[in-house]
């Protein structure tokens, strides 16, 4: 029986650090945030043509209807249609910088763009 070097034997590397783990630090962090000012948050995430604008676009004229304080935050990055859309609800529509949503950053990249509670 003959030693194989080093070189020919395989390698198994195990990685058992959760490389979100910052992403998930700061998520718990915004959830206490929102908790303790009161503020309920949801985030929609589908594919193109899936109704998500329709879908917000009725919820936050219901929702000022009832005396809700709603407000939403766009993330198209192609165009302004959302909203200009979420905008006829009369809620507070902001839409995230260009210079900012060009790429997808995770989000303790993005603390200095900030929506006040």
Same mark, same amino acid.
């Given at each position: 029986?003959?030693?194989?070097?080093?070189?020919?034997?395989? +390698?198994?590397?195990?990685?058992?650090?959760?490389?979100?783990?910052?992403?998930?630090? &700061?998520?718990?962090?915004?959830?206490? +945030? @929102?908790?303790?000012?009161?503020? @309920?948050?949801?985030? &929609?995430?589908?594919?193109?043509?899936?109704?998500? #604008?329709?879908?917000?676009?009725? #919820? &936050? #004229?219901?929702?000022?209807?009832?005396?809700? +304080?709603?407000?939403?935050?766009?993330?198209? &990055?192609? #165009?302004?249609?959302?909203?200009? !859309?979420?905008? !006829?609800?009369?809620?507070?529509?902001?839409?995230?910088?260009?210079?900012?949503?060009?790429?997808?950053?995770?989000?303790?990249?993005?603390?200095?763009? !900030?929506?006040?509670?």
């Amino acid at each position: 029986m003959s030693a194989q070097s080093p070189i020919t034997q395989p +390698r198994i590397v195990h990685v058992r650090q959760n490389i979100l783990k910052r992403n998930d630090e &700061l998520a718990h962090q915004l959830r206490q +945030r @929102f908790q303790a000012a009161g503020v @309920f948050v949801v985030s &929609l995430v589908s594919s193109p043509g899936s109704g998500k #604008t329709a879908f917000l676009e009725k #919820t &936050l #004229t219901l929702l000022k209807q009832q005396q809700h +304080r709603p407000a939403a935050l766009v993330g198209d &990055l192609a #165009t302004d249609n959302d909203a200009a !859309r979420l905008a !006829r609800s009369q809620a507070p529509v902001s839409k995230s910088p260009p210079e900012r949503s060009a790429i997808w950053k995770p989000p303790w990249l993005r603390r200095r763009w !900030r929506i006040g509670i």
